[in-house]
């Protein structure tokens, strides 16, 4: 039988030399990963050969294939989806973060214009001092129309600590009840713009996120995709009693 299984090899690479030369030369110059499989049932042999893809398989897939794809996109959205060969969805995360980070930049461009307005009008209608004072100084100006006021209401709480100190850099008196209420208004328009800020910063961070979690998707689906494609031609061959020696050739592709 050492005959028939030499001359099922030869006709075997034969047959993938022919195939090999039909092959548009695009596809002969991929690399293929080969496979060699030998099965013997009773008096039947089956000579095997499996081609497949390897520029398709998960290890060395172009597509995405690294994690490192990953810490790509979580550092810059769309960075992993384009490293993995993925453009079309990398634009669209190249395209959110910048719209997100000019959000962010034109909120916070507006809070400091909405700062500025505040004390030239708490300047202008209470004679407020603005050099050196914290956010906290801003928000008790508009809670008493005057600093005696507020010292008093102070310790009328107990709450030392809240006072301040009546010198002139300290001091104000606000002209009308209405100013000071137009005042907290205004303090309040700042504070739910600097609230709209911080959001944007939130889904920034989401954005980042979402990227990673989308590479994620892309290299399963690559994965899948690689598995699915590869090429199979079988020689069978056969000895029977009531015809004799038969031989078959199965080429099968699974796209």
Same mark, same amino acid.
């Given at each position: ?97 910048? #719209? +997100? ?11 400091? &214009?909405?700062? !500025?307005?505040?004390? /030239?009008? $708490? ?81 920034? #961070? +989401? ?11 892309? &290299?399963?689906? !690559?994965?899948?995709? /690689?598995? $699915? ?27």
């Amino acid at each position: 039988m050492t005959y028939r299984m030499i001359f099922c090899l030869l006709f075997l690479f034969s047959g993938m030399d022919l195939l090999a030369q039909s092959v548009p030369v695009g596809l002969q110059q991929k690399n293929f990963k080969k496979s060699r499989l030998v099965k013997y049932q009773s008096d039947k042999k089956t000579v095997a050969y499996v081609d497949q893809n390897s520029s398709l398989s998960p290890e060395k897939s172009t597509h995405g294939g690294k994690a490192g794809n990953i810490f790509l996109s979580l550092v810059l959205p769309g960075a992993g989806e384009w490293a993995a060969g993925h453009k079309g969805a990398a634009k669209v995360f190249f395209g959110a973060e910048a #719209v +997100l980070w000019l959000g962010y930049w034109g909120s916070q461009s507006y809070v400091g &214009i909405l700062q !500025d307005d505040l004390e /030239s009008f $708490a300047a202008l209608h209470a004679g407020v001092n603005s050099a050196g004072k914290g956010d906290q100084f801003w928000i008790d100006v508009g809670i008493a129309n005057s600093l005696a006021n507020f010292n008093s209401d102070r310790l009328l709480e107990r709450d030392i600590d809240a006072t301040y100190t009546e010198t002139s850099e300290n001091q104000w008196q606000w002209d009308s009840e209405d100013n000071r209420r137009e005042y907290v208004g205004k303090r309040f328009k700042r504070l739910d713009w600097k609230r709209r800020s911080s959001g944007i910063v939130g889904v920034i #961070v +989401l954005n980042h996120i979402v990227s990673a979690i989308d590479v994620i998707r892309l &290299i399963r689906k !690559d994965r899948n995709r /690689s598995q $699915a494609r590869r090429s199979m031609m079988q020689i069978k061959y056969a000895n029977n009693i009531n015809i004799g020696e038969t031989y078959s050739l199965d080429f099968t592709w699974q796209w």
